[in-house]
């Protein structure tokens, strides 16, 4: 098919916001002889080099109006874009209406998403909604039979590529990739700007007829979840966060799907304690967290709870990563250690292990940021609010005869704070400001109480204890215990007190049960469900 060969470039229209390469580019272009037309600080860009340069506003004996809104939107610009040169009636009214064709189309978007980032006003932001730039892009694109669109500087080398092997034309094959991105790139805009504009909102309408959704590949992975699985990771757009997605990897393997999804489980955990934590996760969820104002006490503390489990694990820190807890870690097998920053002296001592992922996020998230969750089902997703519900002693009822001690209060919010982040039912553990038995993604509450305690015995073992790691612990429940059975199991574990949402049609049945216990326990009102 004649559309199939390669098209040679003899006018091409550049305008652009990110002008990295393109001065070079331009001069190339200028090389094979090609006509070049541009508007506003690109043209400049380009006269200033020293390049022929024709001003769109000349090309299309129309000026820029209305503060340079208007000046692309032009019918010898759309028609030289969209024409279909081998179509007669095409050929016909270009001839008519003075259009000439353009063979390429070299177009950024205004920045939109970084005058959003760098928190623009509502006008400014609107003012950054390009127009033009998708109008153009989108003609291009969809006429790539005959034009080759570019949207990136990392596009250049390949077009000059093509260019210097077929005297001065760009193959069909490149200008269908190339067309490819360019209709990414606008759906991908328009998508930040439906999200954003949502988000003015707020309230008034928190979930809009329509869900878009925009990002960028990071990197393509190894596999999936196993090893018949393709996989690759995104990132959002318009979503910046600290965390796995955005981490810069120092050192180690290349991330697997199963590795990222894990360092974000780890690093979303830690960042719910602003004093020094560590936690140890595996298959997403923890198999210990520990609090203590000394890092390598917390890592110690954090490893006690479940050393079996935390084989090939994940280690994430809130704080930097030491020397000292460096020379730890390495003498354990572990997959990735996540952590803000990394201290000197650290890296050098992980070398020894070249494997371990080491990345560092620069800072930490906030967990009481409104965020939005996504879960894929056949045929949809599902969206929900993040939970960022942060409960403190203000926020507790005592039901039982006995209150809390300040060192039980004190282990009851940790605790709760971690079972937010442990698969439900989840039941958690903890001492001192470390958990000590955890049990995770069981059918029956009961059933996780009992893992728990089993793990808690396990552990002590392991320490070359005598008592279980549990006697004088306190529990959490992610959920209301239905039945008395669960928070007997915990006493039986030797728990003194207990942290749950309550709301249970057997509340009172639950409290009769702690009370003949001696135990303290609380309501907090709030579920913490993770699936």
């Known amino acids: 098919m004649s559309n199939s060969k390669p098209r040679k470039i003899e006018r091409a229209l550049i305008s652009v916001s990110d002008k990295n390469g393109v001065e070079d580019f331009a001069k190339k272009l200028a ?17 200033e080099a020293g390049l022929d340069v024709i001003d769109v506003s000349d090309f299309t004996g129309f000026p820029e109006i209305m503060n340079g809104r208007v ?5 010898k610009v759309h028609g030289g874009l969209l024409a279909i040169r081998e179509n007669a009636d095409h050929v016909k009214a270009m001839e008519e209406n003075g259009i000439q064709g353009i063979d390429m189309l070299v177009v950024n978007l205004y920045p939109f998403v970084e ?33 080759s669109v570019i949207t990136t500087p990392q596009d250049y080398a390949q077009v000059l590529s093509d260019m210097q092997s077929n005297d001065g034309a760009v193959t069909h094959e490149t200008r269908k990739k190339l ?10 805009y328009d998508s930040s700007v439906s999200s954003w504009f949502a988000q003015q909102l707020g309230e008034e309408s928190p979930y809009a007829a329509r869900y878009t959704l925009s990002g960028t590949l990071k990197q393509t992975l190894r596999y999936g979840e196993n090893p ?3 996989a690759a990771l995104y990132m959002f757009d318009d979503q910046p966060r600290p965390g796995a997605a955005s981490a810069q990897q120092l050192q180690g393997k290349e991330l697997s799907y199963n590795n990222i999804n894990d360092t974000d489980a780890a690093f979303e955990l830690v960042a719910e304690f602003d004093a020094p934590a560590v936690a140890i996760i595996k298959h997403a969820n923890p198999c210990g967290v520990a609090s203590d104002e000394n890092i390598m006490n917390a890592y110690e503390r954090a490893l006690r709870c479940d050393p079996v489990s935390a084989f090939g694990g994940i280690i994430a820190l809130n704080r930097p990563f030491t020397k000292d807890l460096a020379e730890a870690i390495i003498t354990r097998f572990v997959e990735v250690v996540i952590a803000p920053s990394v201290e000197d002296g650290a ?22 940021q409104p965020r939005r969750m996504l879960t894929r089902i056949a045929g949809g997703i599902l969206v929900q609010d993040t939970d960022n519900h942060v409960i403190s002693a203000k926020g507790l009822q005592v039901v039982t005869a006995r209150e809390p001690s300040p060192q039980e209060l004190k282990d009851l919010l940790f605790a709760e704070r971690v079972a937010k982040h442990v698969k439900s039912n989840a039941i958690v553990y903890a001492k001192d400001g470390a958990t000590v038995g955890i049990g995770a993604g069981q059918m029956s509450r009961v059933d996780s109480a009992r893992i728990a305690a089993w793990k808690a015995e396990e552990a002590a073992k392991e320490a070359g204890l005598s008592e279980s790691l549990a006697k004088g612990s306190v529990v959490a429940s992610d959920a209301f215990f239905p039945f008395a059975d669960g928070l007997i199991s915990a006493a039986e574990a030797g728990v003194s007190a207990v942290i749950q949402p309550g709301g249970s049609i057997r509340d009172e049945e639950v409290i009769a049960a702690a009370n003949e216990r001696g135990l303290a326990m609380v309501f907090t009102g709030t579920r913490h469900f993770r699936h």
């Open 31 to 47: 090389g094979y002889g090609v006509e070049i037309l541009s508007t506003g600080g690109t043209a400049k860009m380009l006269k």
């Open 71 to 75: 000046k692309t939107l032009h019918p």
């Open 115 to 147: 005058t959003v980032k760098g928190g623009g006003d509502f006008a400014a932001c609107v003012e950054n909604i390009d127009i033009g730039g998708p109008a153009m892009i989108r003609a291009a694109a969809k006429n790539h039979d005959y034009l």
């Open 179 to 188: 067309a490819a991105s360019a209709f990414a790139l606008t759906a991908a």
């Open 228 to 230: 018949h699985q393709s």
């Open 347 to 368: 890296l050098e001592v992980m070398a020894q292990k070249k494997n371990i992922r080491v990345l560092t996020t620069g800072s930490m998230p906030d967990v009481t």
